[in-house]
């Protein structure tokens, strides 16, 4: 599945199938940090990503 | 996962609560956590005129439709702060969601500030002619701007969209530091003062992750990048060290905070009492303040060219 990320906005290539929970940890992220957005919805951690699906990780913290 | 109050299909989990919810239900969970932190902390009444700071991002934006949601007379007020492409961008995202009809059918309205044109100075400007980071010559500009915005609209009361995170983030900054008048100063609710609005924080009771779901649910577009001046700030990795602990132990974060509110605040009264004793006024302005000259007036005159006289 192909994954967007934010600050700095890149891409990256991930294998499915694999849950929300697992995706943000392969990744290194804090789930309390970020929403997971499956094509345009949000999804929950124990959720199954296909390889064909597309993914925006969202951050939330924001410093001001 | 099924939504805890009506089962239907989850699309987001709020671990702090032990709960997913279905859309529906996380709106009307969210617009109750704000209704609740209003009535709890007295912060203000359907009579009154409100004054949404709005910076374009998810907080402000979500702390402005939930006012308008609950029925609250809520206008916005955009601060331009001259940060660049960044600037432009959030103030085209805070326009959009006043054109949008949740904002028309209320017959509420965005005010517009621009420090740039209207103070002669940016941001950046700003925090190298006074050798502070620009975090902090932001959040003074902010305060002094917002809280002049507030009195000279006739307005009751500025609400601003300071959240559970960042409330945790202050307060664990404070606590690290033992800055006791800050702690004691670190309240929902601000009372008005001589030359200070009352100032109030109702998204104190919802968290980052659940103001930026608010947003996607509804549909209002908020801008996602960070603040480019804000990158790698303190506060940033306080809520990092923050949502550490929040991912082993949920709902550390609201009971550090809301604790602190219950707890420790009443031990605090005589500090922020004796603090406020101490407010004069500014020579230049005429803002509250406990030197000759504010904060603010000082920051414009070093960050600003001289003129010829």
Redesign the interface.
Known sequence: MQVHLHNPKRDVEVAGPLRVADLVRQLGLNRESVLVICGDSLVTGDVTLADADEVEIRPVISGG | ?KCKPCGSP????V?RHRA?FCRDCFLHHCREQVRRAISSHRMLGHSERVLVAV?G???SLALWDILLALGFQADGVYLGLGIGDYSDTSRSYAARYADSPAVAERGAKLHVIDIPTEHGFAIPDAARATKRVP?SA?GLSKRHLLNRAALDGGYDVLATGHNL?DEAAVLFGNVMQWHVSYLARQRPVLPETAGFARRVKPLIRL???E???YC??TGIDYI????PM??G?R??RY??TL??I??RSPGAKAAFYLQFLDQMLPVLDGVAEAERDLVGECSRCGAPSSAEICAFCKLVERATPPTDA
């Open positions: 996962m989850a699309v987001i989990e671990r997913a910076s991002g998810k907080d975090c932001c995170d968290g980052e992750r103001t930026a779901a996607l649910l996602v990048e960070e603040c804000a990158a700030n506060h940033l809520k990092e949502n550490e929040e991912d």
